[in-house]
């Protein structure tokens, strides 16, 4: 059945709820002054808001001096604005029927300036609040129907969201498993169990059926279990059964064998028969154990149907949502333990993040159609959602109801769509991290301790970036303090946003950031590196162009990896740099690890060079200053000269001190000028720069911008190079590609070095060509002049 | 009579003495090496033809003599590998115990005399009774009449009792002496292995234990083809859709296989069988007989099935369930599901006023509701994965049950669109007995 979510709830809840909350308007319904698109959601117990808003926010800009004009004041090579940008948000806030009357007045008088005429309603509760919401809104509401919207704002999360569906595992050292969602989310089951069971299969975006369904669900195990415990709540229901124990119900194999059924494989402790032992009238059964059995008896009454379903239209990928799944630990449990005793492991059960939320996002994508929604790429934005709350049944579950009350996703419209890169070998199973740190207690420990004492040095350049500004004092002490809680949270729940990484740890800092405002700390930095590296670009060419070719190879590596030494966020580094400003090129190739390197694999790299050129490279670049302009942008002239096109892939937006797309522009016209082999390719169209669509130090290949999708593929692509930490060793170090890729890095960082099996500036030089391909017949090639 | 013989002629070999040909395959009545009951399986028919239309008197005439000598040596044959009487057959439950005895009504005065005492007082007891103790019953509807079995033509009688009085009854077996009689007691079920040290220990009685599954299909074919004392063992609904003009109608499994057969016990298993040993388990749920009992007891305080059974009778499941039109005001047309679909089971309950209103009647139709359409959704699903369309439901939950019975032919004929047929049988919860009996006649001859 659809979720018909029991209304009653919200009367019982009702009598213990204080109403009169004060709603903290700078944490929960944000940017309701442009709002539009209203949608909601309303189940038994939970009411889902949705709006559509704009947030204004600043962003740095680079933009060229006109140096023909020959200003005189200035001897930078760009300018840095900083301008206000509009970006498109999503706004999805969850709370408890109780609060519903204040936040819609909460909403009505903070919602100035709005066309809005409609609000799109659904859910098993539409109906009863429909004269509340239109006499407190004055919205003509406007009901869609249920499952229509579940299956919307499931693709909607599958899509956008990365790490949105999880395997749960009680007894694993993470509870939670995330999935890489499949390039392809389709066909998949969703299994909704609200007070009854539905059964979907969803074909593509338009195209779901309902193929079977059972009226055993979530109102039975509430319905029933109200009856046998005379509990009135599901919570405390799901609490009682949490301590119970079944086999003082349950009839067991082993109660009727003795032991096991050998013949059949089934052993002693499954269940012949669900509340067998409570036929007799001369027994007292506790409530804790009536619970418990019931529990077992509906999950593994639905896990069996929904395995049936999923052999018999030969499904593999099973959702499970409704309330009756709902971030429980306990039926999360019991029903993969039900799906993994019937499919014997064929099938998993998937749980989704932010299952909460599908029928609020599917009706706010019903109302929101004529802004087409799905054309673009949208990004959880980390600063504004509240993540997964700790839903361990030991944690105090009170603390679980509360943090509970306000929950929030927000979502950010992407600049650019998103699409894989065509070059991964196997797409489906491409996991951009190198450490799980969910998964890994002593590397998530080190992190958060290194991100938490980074932080004070973060606040200070985000400070320094904005000299003209006297309240980002303020402001940055708000960012102290936002991710701060952020840390704190993920020590607590670290997989409050899906998979724990370096990245996420960065990315969470880059969102925050952005929420007040910081732009870019480094602008100033990159510019002063940039404008001093420049200065060295001819002679550092000229230097190449005197070794011998096979010097000059070595050279080159050694060139992008002294360049990639010069990190802002590495700590080791950045310490360095802070203190000793004349830490020059020289001074970090002499830092370099001798060959052999930690990963050694230039012997390959250079015999594949004496080969056939490549036809063309794939180059992500990383820093600012001097591992663009004397590291990269040499050994690209280096490619060009060979006859290799060069498509150089770099951030959209600001990160740490990485170069972004816009800077890279100016740097290359700059470089252009003195260096005729860059003009040329430019001029040719055989060196293009492309923005990668992200703005994080680091690279995720299953996100990447679809314009720069389209011209790797275009160009046949046969050499991905990808460079730095971020990019090669937190991410993408273990990822296969279809072509011969280079990873380069130093590793600045001594914990991981340590990791390794390396130490501080420990070298990466990882070249790999696809198994099976003609790598080794090219360069048998001789070398060309 | 007139009806049996009509059968017969009907039917040939799916008459009672189908069950005497059949023993050629050393199956049905097991009671001859394949060359031997072939040889004599006409024999047998026009023995048995005696019975049904003479009764067991006059068994030792008629006929040439070269036709009555041939009868005393096959007789005679038989004798010697004929398990000692009492034949007993029974399956030990999670719930109940169902015992089949066979009575031979053709004991001559020869062997009357034989007999021992204890011997005697068994059969006297089991057959002069309907109740045993305060718990065991004789379900004297069910005796198969005039049956014969081994060589041997009796009365087959049904007899259950719960699981939880196997200590008393097997305290019963040791005061009986019932060891002295150096009979085999085939058992089958779980509590043949559960009970096994207890009747050794107890009883000095060693236990033949056999597969419950393999006992269930050899009975269920078993008395399929020796049929209900000349009716149908079978019988499904006409009209399931339609509570007015649904009748119980009888008929043959004339060509039972593939057949999905859902044994429903305290638990329920799922079985598709392909022929009488070609089979496989395809699943099973744990909501079963037992869960229904079970929840009724601590629902409504009741104690027994036929209390249960009785109060839901009178019940309205509609106001304990919620309907798709209690949520969606009519029908759910997005999906297709009627107004009158329950949505959710106990949905209602939810409601604490509606939980304080509401009656044990209606409690008691809820939980049988659920349960019944439950195994309903499972088997119909397990009916499409194996690609059979005929589903034969058996056990013991559908005893006096007939709410459920309706409702597994409704569910089966509207969720399948007319494609399912659910069929039934009279003697439900004592096929795992007979097969386990049948047992006892097949192996006693095995050299």
């Given amino acids: 059945m659809a979720e018909c979510s029991p209304v009653d709830s919200s009367k019982a809840s009702r009598h213990t709820m204080d109403k009169s909350i004060t709603l903290p308007p700078d944490e929960i319904f944000r940017n309701l002054e442009n709002a539009k698109r209203f949608a909601i959601d309303i189940g038994g117990s939970l009411t889902k808001l949705a709006y559509y808003s704009t947030v204004q926010h600043k962003v740095a800009k680079v933009r060229s001096f006109d140096h023909s004009a020959k200003e005189a004041a200035s001897d930078k090579l760009y ?88 395997v749960y595992a009680k007894h694993a050292d993470s509870e939670f498993r995330f999935q890489t969602t499949h390039p392809d989310i389709f066909p998949y089951l969703l299994v909704n169990i609200g007070s009854g069971v539905s059964i979907v299969k969803v074909e593509s975006e338009d195209q779901f059926e309902r193929i079977g369904g059972s009226s055993i669900g979530g109102g039975t195990f509430w319905g029933l279990g109200a009856l046998l415990t005379k509990t009135k709540r599901f919570d405390e229901l799901l609490q009682l059964a949490s301590k119970g124990q079944h086999t003082s119900v349950d009839m067991l194999v082993k109660d009727i064998y003795g032991g096991s059924y050998g013949s059949l494989g089934l052993t002693g402790d499954l269940i012949a028969s669900s509340f067998g032992k409570s036929a007799t009238a001369d027994k007292e059964f506790s409530k804790e154990d009536m619970a418990k059995s019931l529990l077992h008896m509906i999950s593994n009454d639905i896990g069996q149907l929904a395995c049936l379903y999923a052999k018999l239209h030969n499904l593999s990928r099973v959702y499970f949502g409704g309330f009756f799944i709902r971030g429980h630990p306990v039926t999360m449990h019991t029903i993969t333990y039900s799906i993994n005793f019937f499919t014997k492991g064929e099938v998993q059960a998937l749980f989704l993040r932010h299952e909460g939320y599908l029928g609020a996002i599917g009706a706010f994508l019903k109302g929101a159609e004529e802004d087409n929604p799905n054309q673009y790429s949208w990004g959880e934005n980390y600063a504004g959602s509240s993540g997964l709350m700790s839903i361990s049944p030991d944690m105090n579950p009170m603390q679980r109801a509360r943090s509970g009350t306000f929950d929030m996703l927000e979502m950010d419209r992407l600049e650019r769509q998103l699409v894989n890169l065509s070059l991964l070998q196997d797409p489906s199973s491409y996991i951009p991290d190198t450490v799980d740190l969910t998964e890994d207690a002593m590397a998530r420990e080190y992190w958060l301790d290194c991100f938490e004492e980074a932080l004070d040095g973060v606040v200070k350049r985000a400070v320094a970036s904005q000299p003209d500004m006297p309240e980002s004092v303020e402001r940055a002490e708000k960012f102290r303090h936002k991710y701060r809680h952020k840390l704190q949270t993920l020590r607590q729940q670290p997989f409050a946003y899906g998979s724990l990484t370096v990245r996420s740890l960065l990315d969470t800092r880059e969102h925050c950031l952005n929420e007040f405002n910081f732009p870019d700390p480094y602008s100033k930095i990159k510019q002063r590196e940039n404008d001093v590296a420049l200065k060295f670009y001819q002679k ?11 010097e000059r190879q070595f050279a080159l590596v050694r060139g992008v990896l002294a360049g990639n030494v010069f990190d802002w966020g590495a700590k080791a580094v950045s310490d360095v740099l802070e203190s000793d400003p004349e830490f020059g090129f020289e001074e970090a190739k002499r830092q370099l690890e001798e060959r052999p390197w930690l990963v050694d694999s230039y012997d390959q790299w250079f015999h594949r060079l004496k080969g056939r050129p490549h036809k063309c490279a794939l180059f992500f670049v990383d820093n600012s200053g001097v591992d663009i302009i004397l590291g990269v942008m040499p050994f690209v002239r280096e490619l060009l000269s060979r006859g290799t096109e060069v498509v150089l892939a770099s951030n959209s937006g600001p990160a740490l001190n990485d170069v972004t797309n816009g800077e890279l522009q100016i740097l290359t016209e700059r470089i252009a000028a003195m260096d005729p082999i860059i003009q040329a390719g430019l001029r040719e169209d055989r060196l293009t720069l492309i923005q990668s669509g992200s703005s994080s130090p680091c690279l995720d290949l299953s996100r990447l911008d679809k314009v720069l999708a389209m011209v790797v593929r275009e160009r046949n692509t046969d050499l991905v190079i990808i460079e730095g930490m971020g990019r090669a060793i937190h991410t993408n170090y273990y990822a296969t590609l279809s072509c011969e890729s280079l990873k380069m890095a130093v590793i600045k960082n001594s914990w991981l070095a340590d990791r390794l099996g390396g130490k501080l500036f420990s070298v990466v030089f990882k070249y790999e060509v696809p198994a099976g391909t003609g790598g080794l017949m090219e360069a048998t090639v001789p070398p060309s002049p | 009579m007139d009806k049996a013989k009509s059968m017969v002629d009907k039917k040939g070999a799916s008459g009672p003495f189908h069950a005497g040909q059949r023993s050629c395959n050393g199956h049905v009545n097991g009671c001859g090496n394949p060359g031997l009951a072939s040889a004599s399986g006409l024999e047998n028919n026009h023995h048995h033809h005696h019975h049904v239309h003479r009764g067991a008197a006059d068994a030792e005439c008629n006929g040439s003599p070269a036709k009555r000598s041939r009868l005393r040596r096959r007789t005679e044959s038989m004798r010697r590998h004929r398990p000692p009487f009492p034949w007993f057959g029974m399956d030990i439950g999670g719930t109940l115990v169902k015992l089949v005895y066979f009575e031979p009504v053709d004991i001559t005065a020869e062997e009357e005399q034989e007999e021992v005492e204890n011997l005697k007082s068994i059969r006297r007891y089991l057959t002069s009774n309907v109740a045993y103790g305060k718990t065991g019953v004789r379900d004297v509807h069910l005796e198969l009449r005039n049956l014969t079995m081994c060589g041997r033509t009796g009365n087959l009688h049904f007899i259950r009792f719960p699981t939880q009085a196997m200590p008393r009854f097997i305290q019963m077996g ?137 109060m839901a009778s009178k019940g309205d499941s509609t106001n304990v369930d919620k309907l798709v039109k209690d949520i969606y005001g009519g029908d759910y047309e997005r999906f297709g599901l009627q107004g009158s679909a329950v949505a959710s ?22 939980t049988l509701v659920t349960i019944t359409n439950n195994i309903g959704s499972i088997a119909r699903m397990c009916a499409v994965n194996e690609k059979i369309e005929r589903v034969v439901f058996v056990g013991n939950f559908l005893r006096i049950n007939t709410v459920s019975t309706k409702l597994l032919a409704y569910a089966m004929d509207f969720w399948s669109k007319g494609q399912l047929r659910a069929l039934f049988l009279e003697h439900e919860g004592y096929f795992g007995a007979v097969g386990a009996l049948m047992e006892l006649l097949k192996t006693t001859e095995d050299p």
């Fill in chain 1, 79 to 166: 300018e840095i604005s900083v301008q206000e940008e509009v970006t498109p948000r999503l706004h999805f806030i969850k709370f408890e029927n109780a609060y519903i009357e204040t936040c819609l007045d909460f909403i009505k008088d903070h919602l100035v300036n709005t066309e809005t005429k409609v609000i799109k309603a659904t859910g098993g509760g539409a109906h009863k609040f429909k004269e509340l919401l239109e006499r407190k809104l004055g919205l003509r509401v406007d009901k869609e129907d249920e499952m229509t919207c579940l299956i919307k704002g499931c693709n909607f999360v599958l899509r956008n969201i990365p790490h949105e569906a999880f």
């Fill in chain 1, 540 to 550: 550092a060419v000229r230097t190449l162009e005197a070794l011998s070719w096979e």
């Fill in chain 2, 174 to 310: 040791h005061d009986k002496n019932f060891s002295s009689l150096h009979t085999t007691l085939c058992a089958t079920g779980g509590g043949a292995y559960k009970f096994e040290n207890d009747f050794r220990t107890m009883a000095e009685l060693e236990l033949l234990k056999l597969d419950e599954l393999d006992c269930l299909i050899r009975g269920l074919l078993f008395v399929d083809r020796v049929g209900f004392n000349g009716h149908p063992e079978c019988y499904y609904f006409q009209n399931p859709s339609d509570t007015q003009s649904c009748v119980k109608q009888p008929c043959t499994l004339d060509n039972p296989f593939p057949m999905l057969l859902v044994n429903i016990g305290s638990g329920v298993s799922i079985l598709a069988v392909y022929s009488e040993d070609n089979y496989k388990r395809v699943t099973g749920t744990s909501l079963g007989g037992g869960t229904f009992l079970g929840l009724c007891c601590l629902l409504t305080g009741c104690e027994t099935f036929e209390e249960a059974l009785e």
């Fill in chain 2, 345 to 366: 089971s106990f949905g209602h309950m939810m409601s604490k006023e509606k939980r304080d209103t509401i009656s044990k009647e209606d409690l008691a139709r809820a």
